[in-house]
């Protein structure tokens, strides 16, 4: 998953994630510009402020995160991804986002740091969950990642 700091293709990602059948991957980055005011709005109040020392931080209503630089944030998120690939011996590994708009915000965002070779070097395919899943279950009314969880795996 990413969140993003607005909503367009050029947006910075303030937080990524990842899931494999067997591990799981997140970290925070901090952004270098500020976060939309729509995006803190809807988001617990996620945002950029400056700490009493004048240090930029990300937080919410709630907390401050522990971030990274976006760089180094993605540097960790390849070798993430190529350990899981080297673990697993998965021949290919697919990147899935629901929805079309993360993966070119990813693909920017990566390219920005110059890191596009190291996650060609790991990453084979992308794929978008929510189309899969608008195509393969038309009778479905919502097709939020929350939602679409619950009815694939329904509590016992």
Same mark, same amino acid.
């Given at each position: 998953?990413? *969140?993003?700091?607005?909503? /367009?293709?050029?947006? *910075?990602?303030? =937080?990524?994630?990842?899931?494999?059948? %067997? /591990?799981?991957?997140?970290?925070? $980055? +901090?952004? !270098?510009?500020?976060?939309?005011?729509?995006?803190?709005?809807?988001?617990?109040?996620?945002?950029?402020?400056?700490?009493?020392?004048?240090?930029? =931080? +990300?937080?919410?209503?709630?907390?401050?995160?522990?971030?990274?630089?976006?760089?180094?944030?993605?540097?960790? $998120?390849?070798?993430?991804?190529?350990? *899981?690939? *080297?673990?697993?011996?998965?021949? !290919?590994?697919?990147?899935?986002?629901?929805?079309?708009?993360?993966?070119?915000? $990813?693909?920017?965002?990566?390219?920005?740091?110059?890191?596009?070779?190291? +996650?060609? /070097?790991?990453?084979?395919?992308?794929?978008?969950? +929510? !189309?899969?899943?608008? %195509?393969?279950?038309?009778?479905?009314?919502?097709?939020?990642?929350?939602?679409?969880? =619950?009815?694939?795996?329904?509590?016992?």
């Amino acid at each position: 998953y990413l *969140e993003l700091c607005e909503g /367009s293709f050029a947006s *910075e990602i303030y =937080q990524i994630g990842a899931k494999t059948s %067997t /591990s799981e991957f997140s970290s925070y $980055f +901090l952004p !270098k510009g500020s976060i939309d005011w729509g995006v803190t709005k809807h988001v617990h109040g996620m945002k950029v402020a400056r700490d009493s020392s004048g240090k930029r =931080q +990300l937080v919410n209503k709630t907390k401050t995160f522990d971030t990274v630089d976006s760089r180094d944030g993605f540097k960790k $998120f390849i070798a993430w991804i190529k350990e *899981e690939k *080297e673990i697993g011996k998965y021949d !290919k590994v697919i990147l899935i986002a629901h929805g079309d708009t993360d993966m070119p915000a $990813f693909l920017n965002n990566v390219a920005r740091d110059d890191l596009i070779k190291d +996650l060609k /070097s790991c990453v084979d395919y992308f794929a978008d969950s +929510l !189309k899969y899943f608008q %195509t393969n279950f038309k009778d479905w009314d919502k097709y939020r990642i929350v939602l679409i969880y =619950q009815r694939i795996f329904p509590k016992r």
